[in-house]
């Protein structure tokens, strides 16, 4: 009896832990659900399902065999890549198992202790002078609330069967229907979709439901997490093709199916636009005034259009661009349509005079953005007589220097300092009727080089020797004053640049009191604070040693 009694105890015992470890995963899992960021889900639940293995040492010897693997396969199962709340579910539903599990064992226990000590009880009483002896069956039900409530006493007749007790419902419920958004729908103009399902069904009753929203293309993960009643309207999504399902967790704690994905597409519809009558408008160039010398020239000029509907459009003008203009003056007229039909218009004047004085034309060009001592080619070969006689071409460079009277269009040149120059080309006749053009030429300060490194090596080990407890280091990298002569250097020393640089070696000493792993690197600069870029970074190690 005493044993029997201990033994009840140890799962009243077992009973209420289980009981408040479910208390405390209900809880958990409600915060995980609440939390977005994936990884913190995952440390939470990692801390909740380490209680297990305690529970298991203290009271699994109570749980069957069967029981007793299934919370262990929990433990082992679980790896940081899975879902939390898909193993919530999961914990939940072996939770419940055990509990059931623990209290009918409880109960049958109770039970035939109490059937064996009032198997023979006798109750006499007295008013008629007759003694009934009646036996009566005691049963007692612990931690469950029956009529009187947990722990009642409950007394039967001896020929009344003991009451049964239902074994745990393990049958999952079926998938829910899905209603909205339905296979194959498509949504416009609008990014707020509520989901909504028909209620699920089951023996034990629906507990919750877990909901799964994909994006199509990647399968990507939008939305996972359980939903208490049969729509979910919180989850804003954007233009693309989705697909969800859904899932019902009963009262037991079994999970049921997903149900099969319903695919569906939120469109745009592109609203409709009032009636177009704006012309469209046409930009031509002001009023265009040349000189020739002979009957006409030809002139360039550029039209555009641009509508507020079709946005820009061609414009077509009375005269194309290029072609040729007689003395006098042209009205250029320009117009265009847009697609409803709507015309703009634009004109412009173009005058052409004789030239009084026949003279060349001075065209040029240069190239530019080079560096001392590097030649700058400057092109006049578009330069020419209205005439068709023949120029010469004299070139200032802007540097003190230039080229006199040369019959070639085409010249070179080479500035030796960094800087913006002026080059004026003037073009002569024979006649001495002049044209000038001028063209700026930049001069750009050159690159400074990049050291290579040298000593000490990346990965070099370096020691300080006891007593003195220093590592002299001396740093060596490539020489670069062959290609500059006021080149100086700047040491970094892990981040820092060191305040005893820069120096015009190409090497530096510096002692070292700690052991550690440091970092070095080297940089050029010059005496006109022109700064050159970082070699790569070198790593050195500094140790201890006793060895001389």
């Known amino acids: 009896m005493t044993s029997s009694n201990n033994n009840i105890k140890k799962r009243k015992k077992a009973h209420a832990a289980f009981s408040k470890y479910q208390k405390k995963a209900e809880k958990t899992c409600k915060k995980i659900n609440q939390i977005d960021d994936q990884l913190e889900r995952q440390k939470i639940f990692e801390k909740l399902i380490q209680d297990i293995p305690n529970l298991l040492d203290n009271f699994g010897d109570l749980l069957s065999k069967q029981l007793q693997e299934e919370l262990e396969d929990l433990v082992d199962s679980y790896v940081s890549s899975q879902i939390p709340m898909s193993e919530c579910i999961k914990l939940a539903s072996k939770i419940r198992k055990t509990l059931d599990e623990l209290q009918l064992q409880t109960t049958d226990a109770s039970m035939d202790d109490t059937s064996k000590s009032s198997a023979n009880s006798t109750t006499s009483t007295s008013g008629t002078g007759t003694s009934i002896s009646t036996k009566m069956i005691v049963i007692i039900i612990s931690g469950i609330v029956v009529g009187g409530g947990a722990g009642a006493v409950y007394f039967f007749p001896p020929d009344t069967p003991q009451p049964s007790y239902p074994s745990p419902d393990t049958s999952p419920p079926p998938s829910p229907s899905i209603i909205s958004p339905y296979y194959g729908d498509t949504i416009t103009d609008t990014n707020s979709i509520t989901f909504t399902w028909n209620s699920s069904y089951d023996n034990s009753g629906i507990d919750h439901y877990f909901l799964k929203v994909h994006r199509d293309v990647d399968n990507s993960l939008i939305f996972n997490g359980d939903v208490y009643s049969t729509s979910y309207s919180n989850l804003s999504l954007g233009y693309d093709n989705y697909y969800w399902q859904i899932l019902a967790v009963d009262n037991a ?296």
């Not at 009558?277 to 002979?294: A, C, G, L, M, Y």
């Open 253 to 548: 704690g079994n999970t049921g199916s997903f149900s099969s994905p319903a695919y569906f597409t939120i469109v745009k519809t592109e609203p409709e636009h009032p009636p177009d009558n704006i012309p469209p408008i046409i930009e031509v160039p002001n009023n265009i005034t040349r000189e020739t010398s002979s009957n006409g020239t030809p002139i360039n000029f550029q039209a555009t259009a641009n509508d507020n509907v079709d946005g820009t459009i061609t414009a077509s003008c009375s005269q194309s661009s290029g072609s040729m203009f007689s003395i006098g003056t042209t009205t250029v007229r320009c117009e265009a349509f847009d697609k409803a039909g709507n015309k703009g218009t634009a004109s412009f004047t173009v005058t052409v005079t004789e030239r009084p004085v026949e003279a060349p034309i001075a065209i040029m060009d240069c190239s530019s953005g080079v560096i001392p001592g590097d030649e700058v080619k400057c092109d006049a070969s578009g330069s020419y007589h209205p005439d068709g006689t023949s120029i010469i071409y004299s070139w200032n460079f802007g540097d003190g220097k230039s080229v006199l009277d040369d019959p070639y269009p085409e010249t070179y040149h080479a500035y030796d300092s960094p800087g913006t120059y002026i080059v004026t080309l003037t073009v002569t006749d024979k006649a001495g009727n002049k044209d000038t053009a001028s063209f700026t030429v930049t001069v750009i300060v050159p690159p400074l080089p990049t050291p290579i490194l040298d000593t000490p090596s990346n990965g070099a080990i370096l020691y300080i020797i006891a007593p003195e407890n220093e590592a002299l280091v001396e740093f060596t990298w490539s020489d670069l004053s062959y290609q500059n002569d006021n080149i100086r250097y700047d040491i970094e020393i892990d981040g820092q640049i060191h305040p005893w640089g820069p120096t015009t070696e190409p090497r530096f000493e510096l002692p070292f009191f700690m052991e550690g792993i440091y970092s070095w690197r080297v940089r050029a600069i010059d005496t006109s604070g022109n700064v050159g870029p970082f070699s790569e970074m070198s790593y050195f190690e500094v140790k201890e040693t006793t060895i001389r």
